[in-house]
């Protein structure tokens, strides 16, 4: 009897970690720009997941994919980069320092 509950214990455990990454991934994306009316054709705009890039590259614009999350801020800050989807709070954060915009993408 003691053996089920352990087991049943430890298979709540793995369903437990399995929802909460499957919540993780399906966190949602946000396109950050400066104008986010703005048209989005030739802008080089960095992107983390299949879904972001292809939203990008879908707007006729370039695709930066796992461009250095260390540095993307900055690198909007410098205007080296025009745009980025993210789904990371403190990057959104600190990009709206720069005068960024978000909405989440459709």
């Known amino acids: ?17 399995g929802l909460g990454t499957a919540a993780l991934a399906a966190d949602a994306e946000f396109l ?7 048209p989005l054709e ?7 997941t299949e879904n972001g890039c292809a939203f990008v590259e879908a707007q006729k ?4 994919p796992d461009y250095d ?11 080296k980069i025009e745009g980025i989807v993210t789904s990371s709070a403190p990057i959104m954060k600190k990009i709206k320092e720069f005068g960024y915009a978000c909405r989440k993408l459709d």
């Open 32 to 38: 950050c720009l400066k104008d986010l009316k703005a």
């Open 61 to 64: 614009a370039e695709p930066l």
């Open 69 to 79: 999350q260390d540095s993307v801020a900055y690198a909007l800050g410098r205007e």
């Open 1 to 17: 009897m003691r053996q089920r509950r352990s087991l049943g214990a430890g298979l709540a455990a793995i369903a437990t970690l």
């Open 42 to 48: 030739g802008l080089s705009i960095a992107c983390y």
